[in-house]
């Protein structure tokens, strides 16, 4: 019992000592505290300590210690106000980080042209590793977009697979003719670089090329997330691809038939390409026509090839226009269209009297407000009185285009003739007006004007005052068009977005975030890919 009551003694005792031990380092701990926070409360924390010697001690070492702190404090760390932490932030990050982002957004075009080029090598490439990156890299600069006479876009669907768009993301004059144009260039240039580079030849590097038209579906996933392709367009131009032989071009019968006033082909008989597939005949594309074959193709019975000879003059260097006029008087109306777009293009002086001589005989507003844009785009002093005198037309179109047209051939001259059309009852040309006069004089109050033509409840006022400030093309034009974007229907948005694509503006990139802010999650994708597309802010197409 004694034993059991000393060895409880014993530790109490201990316990007490621990307790005394760890205030002193409190004390100590506090003291320290005190005298790095001022030297006034260095004092007052000496003077309260139990042991004179210990806190002598301690005061010399804080002091020996604080003339090692700096003289200043240091200043506390601030958020920049750029990085406040938003929840839609956060949401962006998380969207880009995503293996695999939701489905955002869907757009179909009908009638777009895909060309897929497929790349082939020896074998012994293919598994070589960085050797066959090397010669991968260097067959892939000969596939640049930027090297071919027209523009499209450019996907990769694999490794060895190249998808090219034409007329998907932006309308084009023929995208039949452009995307064989283009098929037919990249093969010539990929023949004359395997004549220079030793590595493409030893790799025996060589390409084959699909084409077909059809409504093609993009999918997009995420607002930074990748875009796919699909359709019957797409896998028709990847079967013909893989069955063509090596710098051959096949393309399937909807692009035969709509090229064939261009390019001479050889057809195949009808081959099972692929199980699922039916035996099906196909093209093979031989080279361009001779002009002579051109030429008769004008008078050819089905109007979409005589339409097609139209468009065809526009890209081929043609001095006998005779065809072509020819086709003013078509009777279709599609044809004549076509060929007034092409005489506009090529500015043709020769045309002037074909034009002048049909104008009275027009019996559709379309066909005679084309009329005028062509004679406005001739630009002959000669027609001034037919382009004042249509100004007054009844038809909003009509007037539309000789205003245009009156200025591009009057200049400065042309403003007291359009005054009064700034206030027509039309918006789109009221729109067009007002950029033409702060053009010309610089005033604020047509800038304002375009402002609130932004918001008309017509939708062609809207486009026209879009076309208006794009053209103008300074800060404060560019930030209007982009404040108006929640207040555009979808397809106003996306004529938006092309429109402001094409600009150079050191702004533009502000413009863009700031339509991004304000887009709902289709818009923001729809965006990204415009901003991927044109390199703006350093974003890059896939």
């Known amino acids: 019992m004694i034993n059991a009551l000393l060895i409880l003694l014993a530790a109490l005792i201990v316990i007490v000592l621990v307790f005394v031990i760890f205030t002193q380092d409190d004390q100590e701990d506090e003291l320290v505290k005190a005298a790095l926070e001022s030297p006034e409360k260095e004092q007052a924390a000496l003077s309260a300590g139990n042991d004179g010697s210990k806190n002598a001690a301690l005061s010399e070492k804080t002091n020996s210690e604080s003339l090692e702190l700096p003289e200043k404090p240091l200043e506390p760390f601030k958020m920049p106000p750029d990085c406040s932490g938003k929840a839609e932030d956060l949401q962006l990050r998380l969207l880009m980080e995503d293996r695999l982002a939701p489905l955002t957004d869907l757009k179909i075009v009908p009638g777009a042209v895909v060309v897929v080029v497929q790349l082939r090598f020896s074998k012994e490439i293919?598994?070589?590793?960085?050797?066959?990156?090397?010669?991968?890299?260097?067959?892939?600069?000969?596939?640049?977009?930027?090297?071919?006479?027209?523009?499209?876009?450019?996907?990769?669907?694999?490794?060895?697979?190249?998808?090219?768009?034409?007329?998907?993301?932006?309308?084009?004059?023929?995208?039949?003719?452009?995307?064989l144009v283009s098929a037919y260039d990249v093969v010539a240039r990929f023949k004359k670089a395997i004549e220079s580079d030793e590595a493409l030849r030893q790799a025996n590097a060589r390409i084959s090329i699909g084409i077909s038209t059809g409504e093609v579906v993009r999918t997009i996933r995420g607002t930074f997330g990748p875009l796919s392709h699909a359709g019957m367009a797409v896998y028709m131009a990847e079967v013909l691809a893989e069955a063509a032989g090596d710098f051959m071009i096949h393309v399937d019968e909807p692009v035969h038939s709509q090229a064939v006033p261009f390019f001479d082909f050889r057809e195949w008989r009808p081959i099972k390409l692929r199980h699922v597939l039916p035996a099906i005949a196909f093209f093979e594309v031989m080279g361009l026509n001779k002009k002579e074959e051109l030429f008769a193709f004008a008078s050819h019975a089905e109007s979409r090839v005589r339409r097609a000879v139209a468009v065809a003059y526009r890209y081929l260097e043609i001095e006998e226009n005779g065809p072509l006029f020819g086709l003013l008087s078509d009777p279709d109306e599609k044809v004549v269209?076509?060929?007034?777009?092409?005489?506009?293009?090529?500015?043709?002086?020769?045309?002037?009297g074909i034009l002048k001589k049909i104008l009275p005989e027009a019996q559709k507003?379309?066909?005679?407000?084309?009329?005028?844009?062509?004679?406005?785009?001739?630009?002959?002093?000669?027609?001034?009185?037919?382009?004042?005198?249509?100004t007054k037309d009844t038809n909003w179109l009509v007037r539309f285009n000789a205003s245009r047209s009156l200025y591009r051939v009057a200049k400065g001259e042309a403003l007291k003739h359009l005054e009064h059309l700034l206030k027509d009852e039309n918006g789109a040309i009221r729109a067009m007006i007002n950029g033409i006069f702060f053009l010309q004089n610089g005033s604020d109050k047509h800038l304002l004007n375009l402002r609130d033509l932004l918001t008309?409840?017509?939708?062609?006022?809207?486009?026209?005052?879009?076309?208006?400030?794009?053209?103008?093309?300074?800060?404060?034009?560019?930030?209007?068009?982009?404040?108006?974007?929640?207040?555009?229907?979808?397809?106003?948005?996306?004529?938006?977005?092309?429109?402001?694509?094409?600009?150079?503006?050191?702004?533009?990139?502000?413009?863009?975030?700031?339509?991004?802010?304000?887009?709902?999650?289709?818009?923001?994708?729809?965006?990204a890919v415009v901003m991927k597309k044109s390199g703006i802010g350093g974003i890059n197409a896939d």
């Open 365 to 390: 507003t379309v066909v005679k407000s084309a009329i005028i844009e062509a004679m406005g785009k001739i630009a002959k002093e000669d027609i001034l009185p037919i382009l004042l005198a249509s």
């Open 337 to 352: 269209i076509e060929a007034l777009s092409t005489v506009s293009e090529i500015g043709d002086d020769r045309a002037l």
């Open 456 to 527: 008309d409840l017509s939708v062609r006022a809207r486009r026209a005052a879009i076309d208006a400030l794009t053209e103008i093309g300074n800060p404060q034009a560019i930030f209007m068009i982009s404040e108006s974007w929640s207040q555009q229907d979808p397809e106003t948005q996306s004529f938006l977005l092309k429109k402001l694509m094409n600009l150079n503006s050191p702004i533009l990139y502000q413009a863009f975030l700031n339509m991004f802010k304000n887009a709902d999650e289709k818009g923001r994708a729809e965006i």
């Open 126 to 179: 293919l598994s070589l590793g960085a050797s066959s990156l090397n010669v991968l890299q260097t067959a892939e600069k000969i596939l640049q977009p930027r090297l071919s006479p027209f523009p499209y876009s450019a996907f990769l669907t694999n490794q060895m697979d190249r998808l090219w768009l034409f007329g998907f993301d932006e309308e084009r004059d023929d995208p039949v003719f452009e995307a």
